[in-house]
């Protein structure tokens, strides 16, 4: 069953979408450019992320873990809306995407942005970091640029070439009855499933470039990994390092690309002083 609806998923999408390799953004000053396969079209994906995304929501409403703390959750939205609001400079079409960012309350430590979007952070993220505006702008840069990419999209879609399929964690929130569809492969992929190195270091750049363009300090990219990196020993280690797996490479990376950057948060900065 799998298998049948494997092939003729690349039989449809090879119809539609041609099995398409693209590049999905613009190189930005931090130069990502890399060429990507594509088995499942981009309708398809966005169509099942938005169902596990409403699903997801309506269960946090249901056990009262949905935006609890306005407060929070207007920092949040302020955040994510810059960083959206300089999306264009990696793809032009981004700027029609229907984004959208909520705060659950749980102690995990974890962000995420699924396709098209639709993001979340926890408040364990928040609270156990004490996470700063820079900080949280360099986690949901780093997950908006998953998005641009859409990395999901080609981790489903290389899951189809090898017929693997993907087996679905259970515990996963709210969409244990999705299972093998579109949805569940999605939302699978963009919570539990490590990302490569590869799209890991794209979505560091972009990211990092991102957080610079809407005023936030592209340095704090590695206060963030510091931090993640003193819970890494608690008895709950952070969810979001096992999706994204930190080594000294990454850092340095980083450190690199805050400095290539550093010249677009100053001008962004002093945009902003001089408006006021
Ligand atoms: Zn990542």
């Known amino acids: 069953m799998v298998r049948a609806l494997t092939v003729a998923v690349c039989v449809s999408a090879a119809l ?14 931090v130069g990502v450019d890399r060429d990507q396969r594509f088995l499942v079209s981009s309708e398809e994906v966005n169509a099942g992320a938005l169902k596990a995304y409403q699903q997801m929501m309506a269960e946090a409403q249901k ?18 809306k810059r960083l959206v609001a300089q999306t264009p400079n990696f793809r032009d079409d981004a700027a029609k995407w229907p984004w959208e960012v909520h705060v659950i309350s749980t ?54 070439g090898t017929q693997l399929g993907v087996g679905l964690v259970g515990a996963l929130l709210g969409i244990g009855d999705l299972g093998q569809s579109i949805a569940g492969q999605v939302a699978n ?10 799209a890991e270091t794209e979505a560091d750049r972009i990211g990092i470039e991102l957080a610079a363009r ?27 390092l096992s999706t994204h797996p930190p080594h000294q490479d990454r850092i340095n990376d ?8 550093m010249p677009l948060y100053q001008a962004a900065k002093g945009g902003a002083a001089a408006g006021k």
């Open 189 to 198: 992929v963009t919570l539990n499933l490590p990302n490569s190195r590869q």
């Open 16 to 29: 539609i979408a041609g099995c398409e390799t693209v590049d999905t953004t613009k190189a930005g000053v």
């Open 214 to 240: 809407a005023g936030y300090n592209p340095e704090a990219a590695v206060h963030l990994w510091e931090k993640m990196a003193k819970l890494s020993g608690d008895s709950q280690p952070p969810k979001w």
């Open 254 to 261: 980083l450190r690199q690309y805050a400095a290539k950057v």
């Open 63 to 80: 056990k009262g873990a949905l935006d609890k703390d306005p407060g929070q959750v207007r920092r949040v939205q302020a955040i994510t």
């Open 107 to 160: 102690d995990e430590v974890n962000a995420w942005c699924m396709p098209a979007g639709k993001m979340a952070i926890y408040t364990g993220l928040i609270q156990k970091l004490n996470a700063t505006d820079d900080e949280i702008a360099a986690v949901m840069g780093h997950e908006i640029s998953h998005a641009l990419r859409e990395h999901s999209r080609e981790q489903v879609s290389r899951q189809m």
